[in-house]
C-alpha cells in the first residue's frame, strides 16, 4: 500500500535524473514529518555566519584602546565604528555577484565557500596588530560572506510548503542568536590572560593577543561546519522547467504553453521592477540599520563609564546579558514565532514588532540610573525583548522576500537584499559610533542629553521602518 501511495505521488510530478534539485523535491514529495536534520543543518551554518559579524563588540572599546588611534576616551566610539562598518562594506560589494554565481552554480558551493573564509579571515582578524589590519580584515570577511542570501534560498528550497514559516524563521532565530552568542563569546574569552591567569600565561599566544581566542573559537565552529556542509543536498535545479498536464488535449497543452512563456518572461524581467521584493527589502534594510546601529550602540553604552551615562559594564558583564538575551530569543522563536506568523501573518508580526521596541528603547538611559538586582532584571528583560521583537520583524520580511520570486532568481535576489542591507549596515556601525562619541560630549545640553540622543535617533529608525509596512508601500506577492 504504502508503495503504490509513492508511486501514486511521484507521478504527479516529472523529475530529471541526474538533477539535483529534483532529487530534493522528490525527497520533499515523500518524506513526512517534521525535517529536524534540515533545520539542524540550516542552523549552524547561518549560525557560522552571523558569530562574527558582532563578536568584537564587547571588546572593540578596549581593542581601540590597544592600537592607541583615540587620543581621548571619547574618540573611541568614533574609530570602533570605522571597524564595526569595514565589514558591511565588504559584504555590499560582493552580494550580488555571490547571489548571481549560486543561480549558476548551485548553492552548496557557495557555502562552502562561506564558512571557509569565515575560518580564515575571521582568525587573521584575531592577529591584528593595529588599527589597519583590523579594517583589513574585517573587509575581506565581508567580502567573502556570501552565506545568508544563499542560505536564505536554500532554506526556501529544502523545507516542503507547510514549514516555510519554520525555515525563514529557523534562518533569522539562528542569524539573531549568532548576533547574540557572537558578542557573549567575545566578552566571556577577551583579554584570557588578564581573565582566567591560571589557564593563558601573559607569554602565550592568547597572551600577547589578547582578542585571538574568541576569534580562534568562532574560526573553529567554522572549520567543523565546512565539514558538515559536504553532506547537504543541493537544491538548485540543471534544467528549465517542464510544462506538464492531465490533459492532452492541444487546447489545453497550447494554454499550458502561453502561461509557461507569460511566467518565464515574468521571471526573466528585471528583480528591480519587483515591487513585491523591492519593497519588503527597503523595509528589510531599514529595521537591518536599526538592528546592526542597537548592537553596537549597545556594547559601546554597556562598556562606556558611569560618569558619561553607561553601566561601567566588563566584557565579562556585557557577555552575560547577551548570552541571556539569547536564550530568550531561541524560546521565542522555536515555539512562538511559527504560531504568531500563521495567526497574524508576516506583515502584522513585522508591524506590531518594530511598534513594541518604541517604548522599551526610550527606557535605557533611566536604566542605567539603577544599581543592583534592579538593574540586573530590567536590563536583561529588556535586552530580550528588543531582541527577539527586532528578529521577529525581520523574520516576517524574510518570508515576503523569498515569496516574490521563482527559484531561478532567489539566490540573485537575496545577492540584491544582501547588498542593499550591508550599505545599511555599513552605514550603522559608523553612524553609531559617530553618534555615541558625539551623545559623550553633550552630557548637559538642554534636548536629549547624552545616552538619550542614541537612543532617541534608534526610535526614530524604527518609526521609519514601521511606517513603511503599510500600504500602498509594503505589498505581498500573489502565488
Known amino acids: 500500500m504504502a508503495e503504490e501511495y509513492k508511486e501514486a505521488l511521484l507521478e504527479k510530478h516529472k523529475y530529471h535524473d541526474g538533477c539535483p534539485g529534483c532529487k530534493v523535491e522528490q525527497m520533499k514529495q515523500l518524506r513526512r514529518g517534521y525535517p529536524y536534520l534540515e533545520l539542524s543543518f540550516v542552523w549552524i551554518i547561518v549560525l557560522s555566519t552571523s558569530l562574527p559579524i558582532s563578536s568584537l563588540y564587547p571588546f572593540l572599546y578596549y581593542m581601540i584602546e590597544d592600537f592607541g588611534v583615540a587620543k581621548t576616551e571619547k574618540d573611541i566610539g568614533f574609530y570602533a565604528g570605522f ?9 555590499a560589494l560582493t552580494s550580488v555577484f555571490w547571489g548571481i554565481v549560486a543561480d549558476r552554480y548551485g548553492r552548496k558551493p557557495i557555502i562552502l565557500l562561506g564558512t571557509i573564509s569565515i575560518a580564515i579571515f575571521n582568525a587573521l582578524f584575531g592577529l591584528s596588530l593595529n588599527f589597519w589590519m583590523a579594517i583589513g580584515t574585517r573587509f575581506l570577511l565581508g567580502s567573502f560572506n556570501c552565506l545568508l542570501g544563499t542560505m536564505k534560498a536554500y532554506a526556501s528550497e529544502i523545507f516542503r510548503d507547510e514549514y516555510q514559516a519554520t525555515a ?14 557572537g558578542p557573549a563569546l567575545g566578552g566571556f574569552l577577551a583579554q584570557p590572560a588578564d581573565k582566567y591567569p591560571n589557564v593563558f600565561s601573559k607569554e602565550s599566544i592568547f597572551g600577547r593577543f589578547r582578542y585571538a581566542l574568541p576569534c580562534f573559537t568562532i574560526s573553529a565552529f567554522a572549520l567543523v561546519v565546512t565539514i558538515l556542509c559536504c553532506f547537504i543536498p543541493e537544491t538548485l535545479h540543471n534544467h528549465k522547467q517542464d510544462i506538464t498536464s492531465g490533459d492532452d488535449s492541444y487546447e489545453v497543452l497550447e494554454a499550458a504553453s502561453h502561461e509557461s512563456g507569460k511566467k518565464e518572461k515574468a521571471s526573466q524581467g528585471s528583480l528591480l521592477k519587483n515591487w513585491p521584493l523591492m519593497s519588503s527589502i527597503i523595509v528589510y534594510c531599514v529595521l537591518c540599520l536599526h538592528d546592526t546601529a542597537y548592537s553596537e550602540i549597545f556594547a559601546l553604552w554597556a562598556n562606556s563609564p558611569r560618569k558619561y551615562g553607561g553601566l561601567s559594564y566588563s566584557t565579562n558583564d556585557v557577555g552575560t546579558v547577551l548570552a541571556i538575551s539569547g536564550l530568550g530569543l531561541f524560546s521565542f522563536q522555536v515555539f512562538v514565532y511559527p504560531f504568531a506568523e500563521r495567526l497574524l501573518g508576516p506583515v502584522l508580526v513585522t508591524r506590531f514588532a518594530g511598534a513594541l521596541m518604541i517604548p522599551i528603547q526610550m527606557s535605557y538611559p533611566f536604566i542605567a540610573n539603577l544599581s543592583g538586582l534592579s538593574l540586573s532584571l530590567l536590563l536583561n528583560s529588556a535586552s530580550i525583548l528588543i531582541n527577539v521583537l527586532s528578529v521577529s520583524a525581520i523574520t516576517g520580511l524574510l518570508i515576503l522576500q523569498n515569496k516574490a520570486v521563482d527559484q531561478s532568481q532567489r539566490g540573485a535576489a537575496n545577492g540584491i537584499a544582501m547588498t542593499a542591507m550591508s550599505l545599511f549596515k555599513t552605514v550603522g556601525p559608523a553612524g553609531a559610533g559617530i553618534l555615541f562619541s558625539l551623545s559623550e560630549r553633550r552630557l548637559n545640553a538642554a534636548f536629549l542629553p547624552g545616552s538619550h540622543l542614541v537612543f532617541f535617533v534608534l526610535n526614530v529608525i524604527v518609526v521609519v521602518g514601521v511606517g513603511l509596512t503599510f500600504k500602498p508601500f509594503l505589498t505581498a506577492a500573489r502565488r
Request: with cysteine; proline share 0%; net charge positive.
Open 168 to 181: 525563514m524563521s529557523a534562518v533569522s532565530t539562528a542569524w539573531g542568536i549568532g548576533l547574540i552568542i
Open 83 to 91: 571597524i564595526g562598518c569595514s565589514f558591511m562594506l565588504g559584504r
